[in-house]
Nanobody
């Protein structure tokens, strides 16, 4: 499975940005999909995930109400709509995938497949 993230950029505080992650080499509906991010000097952290079988979404507290994760299994693409961006959202954003399981996993080592990362920079 290969993942290709795109959509990052430089935006201002309060703006919106949409990330995409194209999957190839496998069928995305067999995978749990998630977004992580890593700010300079910090560990990679869970941002959002979406269940393969029912589309239920999970978010880290700091992005709840602002970010929306979605997936299109026909297009094999994962999305992250980011609204009301804040300075602290600045990071490299990674999409990740793992074989589907019974529960959402938020630890990076549990994900077998990673995109290359896309930079999101929020300025004041």
């Amino acid at each position: 499975v290969q993942l290709q993230a795109s959509g990052g950029g430089l935006v201002q505080d309060g703006d919106s940005l949409s990330l995409s992650c194209a999957s190839s080499g496998g069928t995305m509906n067999r995978l749990e999909m998630a977004w992580f991010r890593q700010a300079p000097g910090k560990e990679r952290e869970f941002v959002a995930a979406i269940r393969w079988e029912n589309g239920i979404q999970y978010y880290t507290d700091s992005v709840k109400g602002r970010f929306i994760i979605s997936r299109d299994d026909v297009k094999d693409t994962l999305y992250l709509q980011m609204n009301s961006l804040k300075l602290e959202d600045t990071a490299v954003y990674y999409c990740a995938a793992k074989p589907r399981g019974t529960t959402i996993v938020k630890q990076p080592p549990s994900y077998a497949y990673w995109g290359q990362g896309t930079q999101v920079t929020v300025s004041s």
